[in-house]
């Protein structure tokens, strides 16, 4: 039988403005992971950008798999994206900010293992 375990996947604070990996899907983790909701937080006083791609089986992050490129964020704003991401191992969600130490990314959802 399946057991979904709800939480927090994932927290990053890019230091730069390369990518940064949020959330990978563990080997453990059989029977997938749905990610409910990512949130972005502006923590600086002006406004930025930010990308978001879900790499399949660890696929390079390009605009091909990005479901959020250079989306704009107030300065100290929060979005959150309710979206119902459905990942397989080895999956990888990856993230990147136009400004090093301004934006917070978060995922949550459950992590299902057979």
Same mark, same amino acid.
């Given at each position: 039988?399946? +057991?979904?375990? *709800?939480?927090?996947? @994932? !927290?990053?604070?890019? &230091? $730069? &403005?390369? %990518? =940064? #990996?949020?959330? /990978?899907?563990?080997? @453990?983790? +059989?029977? @997938?992971?749905?990610?409910?909701? !990512? ?8 406004? *930025?950008? *930010?990308?978001?791609?879900?790499? $399949? =089986? @660890? ?5 091909? %798999? =990005?479901?959020? *490129? $250079?989306?704009? !964020?107030?300065?100290? $704003?929060?979005? =959150? ?12 969600? /990856? ?5 090093? %130490?301004?934006? #917070? ?8 293992? #057979?």
């Amino acid at each position: 039988m399946a +057991t979904a375990t *709800y939480k927090l996947l @994932g !927290i990053v604070s890019p &230091t $730069d &403005t390369n %990518n =940064a #990996n949020l959330y /990978t899907v563990g080997s @453990g983790v +059989t029977g @997938g992971c749905v990610v409910s909701t !990512i949130a972005i937080a502006n923590t600086i006083g002006s406004a *930025y950008t *930010y990308r978001i791609f879900i790499r $399949d =089986a @660890g696929a390079s992050a390009a605009q091909s %798999n =990005a479901i959020a *490129y $250079d989306v704009a !964020i107030a300065a100290s $704003d929060t979005v =959150a994206l309710t979206l119902g991401i459905t990942l397989e191992p080895t999956d990888i969600i /990856t993230v990147r900010s136009s400004q090093a %130490n301004a934006l #917070n990314f978060f995922a949550f959802g459950s992590e299902i293992v #057979n």
